[in-house]
């Protein structure tokens, strides 16, 4: 059954006349029965910038004039209300990484959907906008040393706000990006020790925003790099410009690093380190976070276990979220299932020391009947995100009870 269509700017009339319903369409005047009772957007509807159909007053472009099951009368959610006109490719959805705010539909925490005094509807300045979410921007300001662009340029210099096919919502790649300000020559080439720039990672030791380094190398160096040793790890770096690494990477890192090759034989590892390099997660020359960690731990982290069933939309709500990841999971190794530092009851009780210590009982010889294992703190409760408070796996008393608690 095809769905009707509604009328646009139309108003159904219906006559009863000697016992038959008659219908007649009478047209509106949208803008003036709309502001009749909006007078508010007459001067919203001022602003340098008006979105399209607000400007030719059609308002049943996107509400409907009657009833709706969104708010604001919507004629649908923001996302696909939008993209009926912005098509994806327009909007480069169709790209390998797309901007969170956007994936999520959420249009109208950065544009306005009427008007704007700022170009392509923006509630507020690019930075101001972006700072919202991205809180390390305000403190880019106060460092020592700032990238040009970002002193004097909005973020959409740089980065496309919607999505891109490069990481960092970056307008082209690293490489590209970066040569298009800064040109590669002798005297830039010799700076780099000879290194072929042509492709290179800049941001493998440039902080691309603002750093307290000169030249805005980031603040943590690794101690080759800091030496200026390549050749600790690279073959002839030095007199041939050949930067080929020694041998396999792994090799070269757990070489120095012996404590964590021998964490990667516990029970239980993170990654196996045959099948992924320690560049997956550290920068080899330089680094902001510790230790040469490519980003902040819950970012890096959540770059692959981003799963809902475990972190929900925003892990970042969670009771715990000021807390590192390190702070009760190993990162490489380790005895404990989860990789965490000690047993789940005796790690809770590090923080929690006075929980259940005269409530339910727990220990080696009470045993959850669900699946025959000791009691312990997350049996009844979850780690990063829950249902209920406080981080309950069930919502309600009655209804976590039960699940092992049955009536016979």
Same mark, same amino acid.
């Given at each position: 059954?095809?769905?009707?269509? #509604?009328?646009?700017?139309?108003?159904?009339?219906? =006559?009863?006349?000697?016992?038959?319903?008659? @219908?007649?369409?009478?047209?509106?005047?949208?803008?003036?029965?709309?502001?009749?009772?909006?007078?508010?957007?007459?001067?919203?509807?001022?602003?340098?910038?008006?979105?399209?159909?607000?400007?030719?007053?059609?308002?049943?472009?996107?509400?409907?004039?009657?009833?709706?099951?969104?708010?604001?009368?919507?004629?649908?959610? %923001?996302?696909?209300?939008?993209?009926?006109?912005?098509?994806?490719?327009?909007?480069?959805?169709?790209?390998?990484?797309?901007?969170?705010? =956007?994936?999520?539909?959420?249009?109208?925490?950065?544009?306005?959907?009427?008007?704007? @005094?700022? !170009?392509?509807?923006?509630?507020?300045?690019? #930075? *101001?906008?972006?700072?919202?979410?991205?809180?390390?921007?305000?403190?880019?300001?106060?460092?020592?040393? %700032? &990238? +040009?662009?970002?002193?004097?340029?909005?973020?959409?210099?740089?980065?496309?706000? &919607?999505?891109?096919?490069?990481?960092?919502?970056?307008?082209?790649?690293?490489?590209?990006?970066?040569?298009?300000?800064?040109?590669?020559?002798? #005297?830039?080439?010799?700076?780099?020790?000879?290194?072929?720039?042509?492709?290179?990672?800049?941001?493998?030791?440039?902080?691309?925003?603002?750093?307290?380094?000169?030249?805005?190398?980031?603040?943590?160096?690794?101690?080759?790099?800091?030496?200026?040793?390549?050749?600790?790890?690279?073959?002839?770096?030095?007199?041939?410009?050949?930067?080929?690494?020694?041998?396999?990477?792994?090799?070269?890192?757990?070489?120095?690093?012996?404590?964590?090759?021998?964490?990667?034989?516990?029970?239980?590892?993170?990654?196996?380190?045959?099948?992924?390099?320690?560049?997956?997660? &550290?920068? !080899?020359?330089?680094?902001?976070?510790?230790?040469?960690?490519?980003?902040?731990? =819950?970012?890096?982290?959540?770059?692959?276990?981003?799963?809902?069933?475990?972190?929900?939309?925003?892990?970042?709500?969670?009771?715990?979220?000021?807390?590192?990841?390190?702070?009760?999971?190993?990162? &490489?190794?380790? *005895?404990? *299932?989860?990789?965490?530092? +000690?047993?789940?009851?005796?790690?809770?009780?590090?923080?929690?020391?006075?929980?259940?210590?005269?409530?339910?009982?727990?220990?080696?010889?009470?045993?959850?009947? #669900?699946?025959?294992?000791?009691?312990?703190? =997350?049996?009844?409760?979850?780690?990063?995100?829950?249902?209920? *408070?406080?981080?309950?796996?069930?919502?309600?008393?009655?209804?976590?009870?039960?699940?092992?608690?049955?009536?016979?």
């Amino acid at each position: 059954m095809m769905k009707p269509a #509604r009328v646009g700017n139309f108003l159904m009339l219906f =006559v009863l006349f000697s016992g038959v319903v008659y @219908a007649q369409t009478v047209k509106v005047d949208e803008p003036t029965a709309c502001l009749g009772c909006h007078d508010d957007f007459a001067q919203i509807l001022k602003s340098k910038y008006v979105h399209g159909p607000a400007k030719m007053g059609t308002c049943s472009k996107c509400h409907n004039p009657h009833a709706s099951k969104h708010a604001s009368l919507l004629d649908d959610d %923001t996302k696909t209300l939008c993209l009926s006109c912005h098509t994806k490719q327009n909007l480069h959805l169709d790209k390998n990484f797309i901007h969170n705010p =956007v994936e999520q539909g959420e249009c109208l925490k950065c544009h306005d959907a009427h008007a704007s @005094a700022k !170009p392509n509807l923006l509630r507020s300045s690019e #930075r *101001e906008i972006c700072s919202t979410c991205h809180s390390q921007v305000n403190a880019w300001f106060t460092s020592p040393v %700032t &990238h +040009a662009p970002l002193t004097s340029g909005p973020c959409t210099k740089c980065h496309d706000a &919607h999505g891109s096919d490069n990481s960092g919502l970056t307008q082209q790649k690293i490489s590209s990006l970066c040569t298009s300000c800064h040109t590669i020559d002798s #005297r830039f080439t010799a700076i780099h020790k000879g290194y072929e720039l042509k492709n290179a990672n800049c941001t493998a030791c440039h902080d691309p925003h603002a750093s307290r380094s000169k030249g805005l190398l980031m603040p943590l160096l690794h101690k080759p790099f800091a030496d200026n040793d390549c050749n600790a790890c690279h073959a002839g770096s030095k007199t041939s410009g050949n930067f080929a690494l020694k041998g396999r990477l792994n090799d070269l890192c757990l070489s120095c690093h012996k404590d964590v090759a021998a964490s990667f034989k516990l029970p239980h590892r993170h990654l196996d380190p045959e099948k992924y390099e320690c560049t997956s997660c &550290h920068n !080899p020359h330089a680094a902001s976070e510790k230790p040469l960690l490519k980003a902040d731990q =819950v970012s890096m982290c959540l770059g692959c276990h981003s799963s809902p069933s475990t972190f929900g939309s925003n892990y970042r709500s969670s009771p715990h979220q000021n807390q590192k990841c390190s702070s009760c999971h190993l990162p &490489h190794g380790a *005895e404990n *299932e989860r990789q965490l530092i +000690a047993a789940p009851t005796e790690l809770c009780s590090k923080c929690h020391q006075y929980q259940h210590t005269v409530s339910h009982p727990m220990g080696a010889g009470l045993i959850d009947p #669900r699946n025959q294992t000791p009691l312990t703190c =997350v049996s009844c409760h979850q780690i990063h995100l829950s249902p209920a *408070e406080p981080l309950l796996a069930f919502e309600g008393g009655r209804e976590l009870c039960v699940q092992c608690h049955k009536k016979k």
